[in-house]
């Protein structure tokens, strides 16, 4: 007898530890309003445990990603749709699915969790490629149409495929689209293509085209794997390279099928994360926010086309505020005063500007110019200028791409005098200070300091905030 969702899902919340219920990411629909050909399809998620405690997903009809976010001070740009395995019959969601997700996501990569629709369950009405298939490339879609909220480049979306999850990444590859124009759905006006595979002891699927424009791929499997898989992912890579395109194969001593990640994996096979990992690097996919490639990329093309830093709502101003400051009660804030890459130079109704009209941005290959984003190369500092407008004191929230802390200093009033100095860490690469209050129409000054220097500093854009007394 089948249990009542809410029985279902009461008895699963009992097998979780208190803080991984807390923690652990939602699903997000791939198709809200449901998936095409599951119209009419009701049952209920089947979930089983094995005696190690791992999920199996089955009876999958409302396909679904988990994201797994990594913190914007690691973030490296890149993302992967992870996709299970389990013979199209079933998912193995742990060790080939949540696990890899954390490990990318501690790493700097997005990493988006696939169910998808099983084609071999019993009285399955679906099809490897008419439906799952279709679930991996709305998945590429979705993460592509969300990139910006996500800290994803468009243009480095993967996917990752254990077993039979590595036909479906594989076949990703080999078939794909520029997206539909006309669709009124935004998702599906986005390509499929993923901008590289990672086929992790792949089942092989027929049948595939291969040119110098797949993506490139990274393989793995063990020895001792079924010979379908040891042996025909070897003929794979000779097959990718032979049409031109790019491919690095690694075959694990000593192995067999399925290992993922588990804690009882030895230590040569642990590493195999490592592995894909460095190759993501090796191609340029990864891009480290210490070395300033992030916001140069933004600004090559001049001012005019920089990414924008999205603005506060109160509460949020408030909320972060709170936190930064230690304060019991959120502070009461006046209206926000904001500056990002794409805004004028000054604004004076609102008092406030940067005191240098350019930068210069400093990466190890040159440095670029622009009108009012700021950055360091080695040594330097970031002024931020404003014209207190009334008796009161304000709250300033910079944007930063660095880690670690900022020493600042601030000058004011009579002669500019130094007014306070000291150091304050950054809150989800929010600079938050206080500046305290003083007379009308007097010249601000606080200087930005990175703690310790690093290479590129990049100044994001400015948000100051008047405290209400």
Not at 278 to 298: H, K
Not at 354 to 370: D, I, M, N, Q, Y
Not at 448 to 454: A, E
Request: proline share 7%.
């Amino acid at each position: 007898m089948t249990l009542p969702r809410l029985a279902l899902a009461v008895i699963l919340l009992r097998l979780l530890p208190h803080d991984a219920m807390a923690q652990e990411p939602q699903p997000i629909l791939l198709w809200p309003n449901g998936a095409p050909g599951s119209e009419g399809k009701t049952a209920e998620e089947s979930v089983r445990l094995t005696e190690l405690g791992e999920h199996i997903v089955s009876r999958v009809h409302h396909p679904s990603i988990t994201p797994y976010i990594p913190a914007a001070t690691t973030a490296t740009g890149a993302a992967v749709i992870v996709i299970p395995g389990g013979g199209h019959r079933e998912l193995w969601m742990d060790h080939e699915g949540y696990r890899v997700g954390r490990w990318l996501s501690d790493h700097g990569i997005a990493a988006f969790v696939l169910k998808y629709r099983l084609a071999r369950e019993d009285s399955s009405t679906y099809t490897v490629e008419g439906h799952a298939l279709a679930d991996v490339q709305r998945a590429i879609r979705l993460v592509r149409s969300r990139a910006s909220a996500w800290r994803v480049a468009t243009d480095r979306i993967g996917v990752m495929g254990f077993s039979a999850g590595g036909e479906l990444a594989a076949l990703a590859g080999a078939r794909y689209d520029s997206g539909t124009q006309s669709s009124q759905d935004p998702v599906d006006r986005e390509g499929s293509k993923p901008a590289f595979m990672g086929l992790i002891y792949p089942s092989i699927p027929g049948g595939l085209s291969l040119s110098r424009d797949t993506p490139p791929a990274f393989l793995l499997c063990g020895e001792n794997d079924s010979p379908a898989i040891s042996e025909g992912v070897a003929g794979l890579y000779t097959a990718i390279r032979h049409a031109g395109g790019s491919a690095e194969m690694h075959v694990l001593a000593g192995v067999g099928h399925g290992f993922g990640i588990r804690d009882s994996n030895p230590r040569a096979v642990a590493n195999w994360p490592s592995l894909f990992y460095d190759w993501l690097d090796a191609r340029g996919i990864l891009v480290s926010r210490s070395a300033g490639a992030p916001i140069t990329s933004y600004m090559r093309q001049g001012i005019a086309t920089a990414r924008p830093v999205a603005v506060y709502s109160v509460a949020e101003r408030q909320n972060a505020a709170q936190r930064a400051l230690g304060l019991a009660a959120p502070p009461r804030l006046g209206a926000s005063v904001s500056l990002t890459p794409n805004a004028p130079h000054g604004r004076d109704d609102a008092h406030l500007s940067f005191w240098k009209p350019s930068f210069v941005l400093g990466t190890s290959s040159g440095g670029e110019a622009g009108f009012n984003f700021w950055g360091i190369y080695n040594e330097g500092h970031v002024n931020v200028g404003f014209t207190s407008a009334a008796a009161t004191s304000y709250l300033l929230d910079c944007r930063l791409l660095l880690a670690g802390d900022v020493t600042y200093k601030i000058y004011g009033g009579e002669n500019e005098s130094l007014r306070e100095h000291g150091r304050a860490a950054l809150i989800d690469n929010h600079f938050m200070l206080v500046v305290p209050a003083s007379n009308p129409g007097d010249v601000i000054s606080v200087e930005l300091w990175p703690t310790p220097v690093t290479e590129t500093m990049g100044f994001l854009g400015c948000d100051l905030s008047p405290r209400e007394n």
